[in-house]
């Protein structure tokens, strides 16, 4: 996928599917909905890092490049940690076993609804380049937390519709689980002094 995104993805104005650091962000949205399904998963090489080798690449079934230098690019590596999270809490949660969801993913506003008895989750994701608006539908009024962020809403109207800016995504639940500890995807920068800064 990151290859494709490379290769041929979509752009508007200055937001391009083509650039690396735009392409890794994009991996993140497609991993939110990728993993939440319920179902077993697999993972092809380097994946979980945006690995941008061609899988035709010294032929289908030839050695491919051994990147680890990925995980010095705190981009990809914000992507590992997130996939990681993803897998660790389809492991640990008993929804991710459900057999009471449905998909919404026609267009570029995409939807997973998860229901169970332990909890309820609904995914929602900008595929597009341009911002946009999504019913969550979620299942009741009251408290529904953000995964990622650990930030929680207060659902009054369970159809109003949340604003996406391109590529963006939400993990909602309506119980609060742990925020993981995977940083901001933003590289952190350390002052030495007034005039010095290292990465």
Do not use: C
């Not at 392409?23 to 319920?38: H, N």
């Amino acid at each position: 996928l990151m290859y494709k995104n490379l290769q041929w993805g979509n752009s508007n104005g200055n937001y391009n599917i083509k650039d690396t650091i735009t392409a890794l962000k994009r991996m993140a949205l497609v991993s939110s909905f990728f993993y939440t399904i319920p179902g077993p998963k697999m993972i092809w090489q380097f994946g979980e890092l945006g690995y941008d080798y061609s899988i035709e690449y010294n032929g289908r079934l030839g050695e491919k490049p051994v990147r680890w230098d990925y995980y010095n690019q705190y981009q990809r590596k914000y992507l590992h940690d997130m996939i990681s999270s993803l897998m660790d809490l389809k492991v640990n949660e008993d929804i991710f076993e459900t057999e009471n969801f449905s998909l919404s993913l026609n267009g570029a506003m995409k939807r997973i609804e998860l229901n169970h008895e332990s909890m309820n989750m609904r995914i929602i994701g900008n595929f597009g380049v341009t911002a946009s608006s999504i019913d969550p539908n979620f299942l009741h009024t009251g408290k529904w937390y953000d995964y990622f962020s650990g930030d929680s809403i207060s659902v009054s109207n369970t159809n109003d519709e949340i604003s996406l800016l391109p590529g963006e995504y939400r993990i909602y639940s309506d119980k609060k689980l742990d925020k993981p500890d995977i940083g901001t995807g933003v590289n952190d920068i350390t002052y030495k002094s007034d005039n010095e800064f290292s990465y």
